[in-house]
């Protein structure tokens, strides 16, 4: 109408009169005006959201990033790790319009066969899964996955301080050597590091399973000078740690096809997922229980703190 020669002021008179109330000033408001900063930064965060969920692969096939395995409160995290200035309202209206969702957990099957005859360790954790310094506190325990070839068995043995992996070991068989070759492992990579194990200061907890009761880890354990610590009877949460860890492997890694595309088939199929799996949640998953960083960082700060020595310029 107004291209036909009519002024605004008549438009919005003629409106107002059909019901459809509206002043001169308020069209021209909405003429001049530009989009809303939410709008705006909506917009950023979508951008955002979808270049850290997805990437492509060398087929130009959409691919999940491990990233993408997050949920609302890791993803803001994670953002405002990379600069963006992002919100929890706005990560979230941003995951609803892609129609993203983190991972979710699955139940638990229960795999710890206790040996009545086994000689059980005391419990020195008490289900209090904290430490004051790396090396302090191990919390070990093995899962297993389904393969074409048969079932593989995969332990992790993890630092309560700041929730590393500090090693993890996979076989085919629940012999005792699928806990034995975890912990030297552990040991050795931590002396690697340059910062060893000191005798007679580290607590080794684990289940009752016939593997962390046997005469091979109790004598490992012995000649180590580490504490064995075993969790109490008929207590769901006596290794609770460990086992959210295994949650966190079965879920975000076995049952995604971010580490591993396809089905596993051998025991190497395991292997190759479960390291890049590990190398990611060392150094940069961001866990809630350290202050949203990733692991491997949170030790290096600890570290970091006790060099206070002043360095030339």
């Given at each position: 109408?107004?291209?036909?020669?009519?002024?605004?002021?008549?438009?919005?008179?003629?409106?107002?009169?059909?019901?459809?109330?509206?002043?001169?000033?308020?069209?021209?408001?909405?003429?001049?005006?530009?989009?809303?900063?939410?709008?705006?930064?909506?917009?950023?965060?979508?951008?955002?959201?979808?270049?850290?969920?997805?990437?492509?692969?060398?087929?130009?096939?959409?691919?999940?990033?491990?990233?993408?395995?997050?949920?609302?409160?890791?993803l803001t995290a994670h953002l405002r790790r990379l600069g963006h200035e992002v919100t929890p309202g706005s990560v979230d209206?941003?995951?609803?319009?892609?129609?993203?969702?983190?991972?979710?957990?699955?139940?638990?099957?229960?795999?710890?066969?206790?040996?009545?005859?086994?000689?059980r360790a005391e419990d020195l954790v008490d289900r209090d899964f904290t430490a004051s310094e790396p090396n302090e506190l191990?919390?070990?325990?093995?899962?297993?996955?389904?393969?074409?070839?048969?079932?593989?068995?995969?332990?992790?043995?993890?630092?309560?301080?700041?929730?590393?992996?500090?090693?993890?070991?996979?076989?085919?068989?629940?012999?005792?050597?699928?806990?034995?070759?975890?912990?030297?492992?552990?040991?050795?990579?931590?002396?690697?590091?340059?910062?060893?194990?000191?005798?007679?200061?580290?607590?080794?907890?684990?289940?009752?399973?016939?593997?962390?009761?046997?005469?091979?880890?109790?004598?490992?354990?012995?000649?180590?000078?580490?504490?064995?610590?075993?969790?109490?009877?008929?207590?769901?949460?006596?290794?609770?740690?460990?086992?959210?860890?295994?949650?966190?492997?079965?879920?975000?890694?076995?049952?995604?096809?971010?580490?591993?595309?396809?089905?596993?088939?051998?025991?190497?199929?395991?292997?190759?997922?479960?390291?890049?799996?590990?190398?990611?949640?060392?150094?940069?998953?961001?866990?809630?229980?350290?202050?949203?960083?990733?692991?491997?960082?949170?030790?290096?700060?600890?570290?970091?703190?006790?060099?206070?020595?002043?360095?030339?310029?």
């Open positions: 109408m107004r291209d036909e020669g009519f002024a605004v002021e008549s438009i919005c008179r003629v409106l107002t009169e059909q019901g459809c109330k509206i002043a001169a000033r308020t069209y021209r408001a909405w003429r001049s005006a530009g989009p809303a900063k939410r709008t705006v930064s909506d917009a950023r965060t979508v951008d955002a959201v979808r270049d850290t969920v997805w990437t492509t692969d060398d087929h130009g096939r959409r691919k999940l990033t491990p990233e993408g395995l997050y949920g609302r409160s890791k209206r941003a995951m609803k319009l892609l129609g993203h969702n983190g991972i979710r957990r699955c139940r638990k099957i229960r795999t710890t066969i206790p040996d009545p005859d086994g000689v191990w919390c070990t325990d093995f899962t297993y996955v389904r393969t074409w070839s048969g079932w593989v068995y995969v332990a992790f043995i993890v630092d309560v301080y700041s929730r590393l992996i500090v090693s993890w070991h996979a076989q085919t068989g629940r012999e005792a050597d699928l806990v034995t070759t975890p912990l030297r492992m552990a040991l050795w990579w931590r002396r690697h590091q340059g910062h060893p194990v000191r005798a007679g200061r580290l607590i080794h907890h684990s289940d009752a399973g016939t593997q962390y009761t046997s005469t091979a880890l109790t004598d490992d354990l012995a000649l180590q000078k580490i504490w064995p610590s075993i969790g109490s009877v008929g207590d769901a949460y006596d290794n609770a740690l460990i086992e959210s860890v295994n949650g966190l492997y079965k879920t975000e890694c076995i049952h995604t096809t971010v580490f591993h595309a396809g089905p596993y088939k051998t025991l190497s199929d395991v292997e190759f997922a479960t390291s890049a799996w590990v190398a990611w949640y060392n150094n940069d998953r961001l866990h809630s229980s350290i202050g949203m960083v990733p692991p491997a960082e949170f030790e290096s700060t600890y570290y970091a703190a006790l060099n206070r020595e002043l360095h030339p310029v």
